[in-house]
């Protein structure tokens, strides 16, 4: 593997005194998947947060290519192109159209002219089947969609690193598909992310490396075929268990 | 049309110190509208801030200005200053800062209001977009706070307009002076005077509100 583009050491988060995150240590090199899974309330979202900042942390430090992320507030803008994230709700700006939404950024931030920024969002748009829909407004887009168009707005920023926080959660299930194809695709692309989700059957597929997330630190981390056939502790055997009745329940 | 004594209001300026009054009371509520939108919106950008005395100051500005009646507040900025700081504001200044306090106090209330509504998540996604404090609100949680405030801006802007008729009201006492002197002036010649020159100013300030009381109805209803 590269570079390293992501390291976390020894980080502490607390919520009003209540510790999410314990001690975690994680690094993440470029060109690399991992997939965070774990019961919820175990801290998944809060630690995609701390990468970019959202949340403050208590203890620890997190250095993203190098630069250390929580040292400088004003440096945080800057920062923060570098990391894409995309969240569960769908959160486009419903005042802009599609196209306005993705190159924001991209014109406002990197002072990138409108051409270039139009024309790069048009290439990122038909790539995720959507380029037919670049005036339309949010509303007028299923939830599938705009999660596509999220994407494609985190994508525009060039950013070294991807998070994606159970981004098919919220999604009717004739969408989810459509959504994690273009997860699946981006993988292939040799992008760096950090995944969050509970469709055990996709982090397989994605994923080089399986983070088992519990009790405010990594529990268990391998290989996908190694985390999902044989788990080695007993609490992801647990936690896998409850994934097998709640899909036979279905 | 002799016998009411309409060509009095023709004679010099008579027709024309008339309108006066009536222009100023129209010309107050417009500035003092103006002002109110723009420093609305930063007074409600300022009653976001969590700084307890921030807070604290703003909330006392805005009950003090809603609790107090118009009047009082008329009477405080027009006498109260010439008398406490030796200022000599004219009546249309004193007029213009009472309700621009007002509406900025109100306009600042709704804008907060609105800017609160905003889902945190659309702050969120700015600032992972790296988008600054700046770039966000201005690109993207400003256009949305407007865009909801829309109605309840256009319900502000008629109840200004309807409360200024306060001073609609001193600009027709104004409007009755001059028309008493004009009478006054014309006993002699025209003794119907008093007629004309007082229907002249009904239909006038008929003329004045009508138009006003359409336009706000009609808002209302658009917006409702
Ligand atoms: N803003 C907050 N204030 C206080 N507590 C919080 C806050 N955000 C999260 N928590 C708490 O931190 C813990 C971890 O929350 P988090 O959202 O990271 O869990 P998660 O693993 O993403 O769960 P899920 O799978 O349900 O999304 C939970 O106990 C939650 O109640
Ligand atoms: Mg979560």
């Known amino acids: 593997m590269g570079r390293e583009i992501l390291r976390i050491e020894h980080l502490h988060k607390e919520f009003e005194g209540k510790t999410v995150l314990d001690d975690l240590s994680l690094t993440l090199a470029e060109g690399e998947v991992a997939v965070i899974v774990g019961p919820s309330g175990c801290g998944k979202s809060t630690l995609l947060r701390c990468v970019n900042a959202l949340e403050p942390i208590q203890g620890g ?4 290519d190098g630069a250390e992320i929580h040292a400088d507030p004003r440096k945080l803008p800057q920062l923060r192109q570098k990391v894409g994230m995309v969240f569960q709700s769908y959160e486009l700006f419903p005042h802009k159209s599609i196209l306005d939404n993705i190159t924001l950024a991209p014109r406002k931030v990197q002072k990138r002219s409108r051409e270039d920024a139009e024309a790069e969002a048009l290439t990122l748009l038909e790539r995720v089947g959507l380029a037919d829909r670049a005036k339309d407004y949010p509303r007028q887009l299923s939830g599938g969609q705009k999660q596509r168009v999220a994407i494609v707005r985190s994508l525009i920023m060039h950013p070294a690193l991807m998070l994606f926080d159970e981004v098919t959660a919220a999604l009717d299930p004739e969408m989810v598909r459509e959504v994690l194809d273009v997860l699946l695709d981006l993988a292939k692309q040799g992008r760096t992310m950090l995944i969050v989700t509970h469709e055990m059957q996709f982090a397989r597929a994605v994923a080089d490396r399986i983070l088992f997330l519990d009790d405010g630190g990594i529990v268990e981390e391998g290989r996908p075929a190694d985390f999902f056939d044989h788990p080695k502790t007993e609490r992801a055997q647990r936690f896998l268990n409850t994934f097998t009745f709640e899909t036979v329940k279905e | 049309m002799q016998a009411l004594g309409f060509e009095v209001l023709w004679k010099g300026k008579n027709f024309a110190r008339l309108m006066g009054g009536l222009w100023v009371a129209l010309r107050i509520s417009l500035i003092a509208v103006g002002i109110s939108l723009v420093a609305g919106v930063l007074m409600g950008a300022l009653m976001t801030r969590k700084n307890p005395l921030i807070k604290a100051l703003t909330q006392l500005y805005l009950e003090t200005v809603r609790i107090m009646p118009q009047m009082v507040l008329l009477f405080l900025a027009f006498f109260g200053t010439t008398r406490w700081f030796g200022w000599n504001l004219s009546g249309e200044t004193a007029s213009v800062i009472v309700f621009a306090l007002w509406g900025t106090a109100e306009m600042g209330d709704l804008v907060r209001g ?16 790296g988008l600054d404090g700046k770039q ?9 706070t407007l865009r909801r405030l829309l109605p309840q801006v256009i319900n502000l802007i008629t109840r200004m307009i309807k409360t200024t008729s306060l001073v609609l009201m001193i600009g027709v006492v104004e409007m009755l002076k001059v028309a008493q002197q004009i009478i006054e002036a014309n006993r002699m010649k025209v003794p119907n005077a008093a007629f004309g020159v007082y229907l002249t100013v009904l239909v006038l300030y008929f ?9 706000a109805k009609a808002l209302e209803k658009r917006w409702s």
């Open chain 1, 61 to 64: 430090s997190i250095f993203l």
């Open chain 2, 114 to 129: 609105a800017l609160e509504s905003i889902p945190r998540h659309q702050y969120e996604s700015a600032a992972a977009l």
């Open chain 2, 136 to 144: 966000s609100f201005l690109y993207v949680i400003l256009p949305q």
């Open chain 2, 207 to 215: 003329l004045a509100c009508w138009p006003i009381s359409l336009l």
